[in-house]
């Protein structure tokens, strides 16, 4: 049984089909990178996954439980189990950091306050941010909010962790810094997946990446495959244009 498994998901924007049948799965622990131009459905896919976008068909499963998209208590149920960290990092301007990162776990899950404060703890040492956890977002440049969002996601435990383009805000020499956050919990057995443009590090944390255009998945495989080997030619024609820049 797959840890997260799609079958045919489709999604549209008024008359305009956005997913177009997507079928994927992922093992627990598994780092699936999804790849392709702007446009081709990847931030759709996880905006659909944890409930922001509605699905217009298909199906999707977590560890053999079918999300009911249309239930609350059902997407609820679903964002116990998986977290998402957008390219803006969104947080909460008039928090500290450490109350950034444990007012969804003290407030919406109604967990122990101690409790969570030291696993928030924990989670800023985890991403390089303990001494800042008394700073507000504005004293803080792009890669140390976005260091401090993926630690608010992780306060949750989810079980699935979505990345979407995390590092597109940030101005270059503070790409690095989250990469290696992000490299640190691959280690660390949670299912990830995860939507970049950064190629290098793609094929290098990724167990299997993922090559969309136009809502569809047109080639997935090890990275080797997709970057070294691809099958098909729009692969080809995309990587070899990604990597020649």
């Known amino acids: 049984m797959h840890h997260l498994d799609i079958r045919d998901l489709s999604s549209a924007y008024g008359s305009q089909q956005i997913l177009k049948g997507v079928t994927l799965s992922a093992d627990k622990g598994e780092v699936v990178s999804l790849i392709g131009p702007s446009g081709s459905g990847k931030s759709t896919l996880l905006r659909v996954l944890i409930g922001l976008t509605p699905p217009t068909g298909g199906d999707v499963r977590i560890a053999g439980e079918t999300v009911n998209y249309a239930n609350r208590k059902s997407v609820r149920a679903l964002r116990d189990r998986m977290s998402i960290v957008f390219q803006q ?6 928090m500290t950091v450490l109350r950034n990162v444990t007012i969804a776990p003290v407030k919406i899950r109604k967990r122990d306050k101690d409790e969570v404060h030291t696993q928030a703890r924990a989670l800023l040492t985890k991403v390089g941010m303990a001494e800042k956890e008394d700073a507000y977002p504005d004293q803080l440049s792009g890669g140390q909010q976005q260091r401090v969002a ?56 990724s167990t299997r990446v993922v090559m969309m255009d136009d809502g569809q998945i047109v080639e997935e495989g090890p990275p080797e495959q997709i970057f070294d080997n691809p099958q098909k030619q729009r692969t080809r024609d995309y990587v070899g244009t990604i990597l020649r820049h």
């Open 150 to 205: 993926i630690a608010r996601a992780l306060a949750l435990n989810p079980e699935i962790l979505l990345l979407d383009e995390v590092t597109s805000a940030l101005d270059p020499e503070r790409v690095n810094e989250v990469l290696d956050t992000i490299r640190s919990l691959t280690r660390e057995g949670i299912t990830m997946i995860i939507v970049s443009h950064e190629m290098a590090f793609v094929k290098e944390v």
């Open 89 to 94: 990092y969104n947080l909460f301007q008039n």
